[in-house]
C-alpha cells in the first residue's frame, strides 16, 4: 500500500487528465448528436430507417482500428481534406488532442445514438400530440416532453458512451498516437507500461480507471433515480 | 353564437372517412363502435391526423379548408384535446403539465393554473407526478391542462374508458360540473350509449365512417331510423319487418302481427324494440303481444334478463326486467304474454 502512496507522488498524471477531459467532450459532442439523429431517424420510413441506423450503427460493430483506418484516410495532413482542414483553417487532427476527442466521439456516438432512438421510440406518441394541441412548439416539446420521458433510456446511452470514450483505445492510437502530455490517453498509458514489464504502474492506472467507472455510473444512477418518481417498479 | 364545422374526407388503409358534422349545440356527442372513424374524426378536427379534403371551422375561424390550402398545425387550431390515456406528461410535475401549454413559467401563469388545478379540485396535488394520481385525478388534471389555455372548442377522446367502472359514473357527473363555466362547444367521443345520453345535446352516430343518423340526442335514441344506429343506441330486438297496410306491421322473426292507431308512413323492413320496455300481460291474450315462453334467465345484481322463444332459435327476444316489475312477477309469477307499446317500437330503414 505504501509503495502505491510513494508512486502515485512521482507518477505523471497527465493521463487521467486527457482521458477524462476526452471522455466529457466526446460525451458532450456524441450526447447531442445522437439525440439529434435518433430524432430525424424514427421519423423516416422503413428502409430509411434501416440504412440510416446501419451507417450510423457500422463505428461500434467495426473494430476501432478499422475506424481508426478510416479517420487517417480523412484527416492524414498528406491527403486533400486533411490539407484543406490545416491551409484553411490551421487545424490538425493528426497527432493532436483533437485527435483523441474526434477517435472517442466517433466510437461512442453509436451507444448514445441507438440507446436515445431506443427510448424514443418508446414514447406513447399521444404525449407528444398533447403537446401540439396544448400549442408547444416542436423544440419546447422535444426537450420539455419527449427527452425528459426518455430520461433513464438516455441516462444509460450517456454513461455508456462516457464510459466507451474514456477508455478508447484502438482509434485513439492510430490517430492521435500516443504523445505523453498531449495525447496519452490512461489506456494507451496501461499498454506502454505493460510493454515496459512494469505491472505496478499499470495496476495503479487500473484501480483509478476502476473507481473513476464505479463513481460516474453511481452518480448518474443517482442523480436520473430522483426524477425517475414517476416511472413505476415492476 | 358557437358552431362547429366539420366536413372531413380521408382515405387510410382501404378505410374511407366522410363525416360531415354541423352543430351549434354546446355539448355534442359522437357515438359509434371502435374502428368506426369517430376517434380519426376528433383527430382530424384537431390537426393530429393530416385530412384529404373537406373544410374544418370553429366559430368562424377556418382550422382547414382544402380548397383554400389552409391547414393550421394543431398548435395554432385552439382545440383542446382529451386523451384517452390523457397523456399527462410523466416526467413533469402536476403543476408544470397544467402549465405546459401557457408559454412563459411567470410567476402569473403559476398563479392561473393553481387557480384551475384548485376549481377542478386538484389543489394540494401541485408537486405530484402523474404516476402517483388515481385515474380520476389525471382525468381532472388533464382537463385543468386544456382548460387553462382557453381553447374555442374541447375534445374528449373515450374519456371514461379508462376509468374504473364505479368510477366512471361518478366522473360523468363530475365532467358535466368541471365543464359548467366553460363556455365553448365540447366534443365528446364514445362508444357507450349511456355516457352520451348524458353528456349530449346533439348526437352524432358514425357508422364505417360515415354519420348515419344525427339529431338532438333524446330524439336519435327515441327514433333511431337505422338498424345499426338502433342497436348503437342499446336495443337488443330486432325482426325482419312486412308491411301489410297503413296500420300493420308484419314483425317475421317474431310471428307477431302488430297493430298501429296511426298511420305508418315511411316505408319500414325492420322494427326494434328495447328489452326494458315490454309491459307484461297476465290472462288473457290482448293485441300485438308475444306469448311469454322463457328460455333463459340471466340473474344480475340488479335486474334480471328474460330470454323469450320466437320463431328464430337462435335469437330470442330479450326482456329486461328491474326493481318493482321484478317484485311483481315474483308474487305473481311469469306473465302469459308480453305486450309491445305501439309508441315504444322502433320503425327502421
Redesign the interface.
Known amino acids: 500500500m505504501s509503495g502505491f502512496v510513494e508512486l502515485a507522488k512521482i507518477l505523471d498524471w497527465s493521463p487521467l487528465w486527457i482521458s477524462l477531459k476526452t471522455g466529457v467532450v466526446a460525451t458532450i459532442i456524441s450526447f447531442f448528436l445522437g439525440l439529434w439523429a435518433a430524432r430525424k431517424v424514427i421519423k423516416k420510413d422503413y428502409r430509411a430507417k434501416s440504412i440510416l441506423d446501419g451507417i450510423l450503427t457500422l463505428p461500434m460493430v467495426l473494430p476501432p482500428t478499422v475506424a481508426g483506418f478510416f479517420l487517417l484516410l480523412i484527416f492524414s495532413r498528406r491527403r486533400t481534406f486533411g490539407i484543406f482542414l490545416n491551409d484553411t483553417f490551421n487545424i490538425q487532427v493528426v497527432h493532436t488532442w483533437l485527435g483523441c476527442i474526434l477517435a472517442a466521439t466517433v466510437i461512442a456516438f453509436p451507444l448514445m445514438y441507438r440507446n436515445a432512438r431506443a427510448a424514443f421510440e418508446q414514447i406513447d406518441a399521444n404525449l407528444v400530440y398533447a403537446g401540439r394541441t396544448l400549442g408547444m412548439s416542436e423544440i419546447s416539446i422535444f426537450w420539455r416532453i419527449v427527452v425528459p420521458t426518455a430520461g433513464p433510456g438516455i441516462a444509460s446511452g450517456t454513461i455508456l458512451t462516457f464510459s466507451r470514450a474514456m477508455g478508447e483505445y484502438g482509434a485513439t492510437s492510430m490517430l492521435a498516437g500516443n504523445i505523453p502530455g498531449k495525447t496519452g490517453t490512461v489506456s494507451q498509458r496501461i499498454a506502454m507500461v505493460i510493454q515496459d514489464g512494469d505491472y505496478v504502474t499499470a495496476g495503479f492506472w487500473v484501480v483509478i480507471v476502476l473507481v473513476i467507472a464505479f463513481v460516474m455510473i453511481f452518480l448518474i444512477n443517482m442523480i436520473t433515480g430522483k426524477h425517475m418518481k414517476n416511472i413505476r417498479k415492476w | 353564437m358557437k358552431r362547429l364545422y366539420a366536413d372531413i374526407h380521408k382515405t387510410i388503409e382501404g378505410f374511407d372517412l366522410n363525416v360531415k358534422i354541423e352543430s351549434d349545440a354546446a355539448r355534442i356527442g359522437i357515438l359509434g363502435e371502435s374502428g368506426s372513424g369517430k376517434s380519426m374524426t376528433l383527430?382530424s378536427i384537431?390537426?393530429?391526423e393530416t385530412v384529404d379534403s373537406g373544410h374544418i371551422e370553429v366559430d368562424g375561424r377556418v382550422l382547414f379548408d382544402s380548397a383554400s390550402k389552409t391547414d393550421l398545425?394543431?398548435?395554432?387550431?385552439?382545440?383542446?384535446?382529451m386523451?384517452?390515456?390523457y397523456?399527462l406528461?410523466?416526467?413533469?410535475t402536476v403543476l408544470k403539465n397544467v402549465m405546459?401549454?401557457m408559454?412563459r413559467q411567470t410567476d402569473e401563469n403559476r398563479a392561473k393554473a393553481a387557480d384551475m388545478l384548485r376549481r377542478l379540485r386538484m389543489d394540494g396535488f401541485e408537486d405530484k407526478?402523474?404516476?402517483?394520481l388515481s385515474g380520476g385525478q389525471q382525468q381532472r388534471v388533464a382537463l385543468a391542462?386544456?382548460m387553462v389555455?382557453e381553447p374555442d372548442l374541447i375534445l374528449l377522446d373515450e374519456p371514461f374508458s379508462a376509468l374504473d367502472s364505479y368510477l366512471r359514473d361518478r366522473m360523468q357527473v363530475e365532467m358535466l360540473e368541471m365543464l359548467e363555466d366553460y363556455t365553448g362547444q365540447v366534443v365528446m367521443v364514445s362508444h357507450s350509449r349511456d355516457e352520451l345520453y348524458r353528456f349530449s345535446e346533439e348526437l352524432f352516430i358514425v357508422s364505417r365512417g360515415s354519420i348515419i343518423r344525427h339529431g338532438e340526442a333524446k330524439a336519435v335514441f327515441r327514433d333511431p331510423e337505422s338498424t345499426i344506429a338502433a342497436r348503437l343506441t342499446g336495443c337488443k330486438n330486432f325482426s325482419e319487418a312486412v308491411q301489410t297496410d297503413k296500420h300493420t306491421i308484419e314483425a317475421i322473426d317474431w310471428g307477431v302481427t302488430l297493430k298501429f292507431r296511426k298511420k305508418v308512413l315511411h316505408p319500414v323492413h325492420c322494427i326494434g324494440y328495447r328489452a326494458h320496455r315490454f309491459d307484461p300481460v297476465w290472462g288473457d291474450k290482448q293485441e300485438n303481444c308475444i306469448k311469454c315462453d322463457v328460455v333463459r334467465v340471466d340473474d344480475l345484481p340488479f335486474e334480471k334478463n328474460y330470454y323469450i322463444r320466437t320463431l328464430r332459435e337462435d335469437e330470442p327476444l330479450c326482456w329486461f326486467v328491474q326493481g318493482e316489475e321484478q317484485r311483481i312477477i315474483n308474487e305473481r309469477g311469469l306473465p302469459d304474454y308480453l305486450k309491445f307499446a305501439e309508441d315504444d317500437i322502433l320503425l327502421l330503414e
Open positions: 383527430r384537431a390537426g393530429i398545425k394543431p398548435q395554432k387550431r385552439k382545440v383542446g384535446y386523451f384517452q390515456n397523456a406528461f410523466p416526467a413533469m405546459a401549454g408559454g407526478f402523474p404516476g402517483e391542462r386544456i389555455t
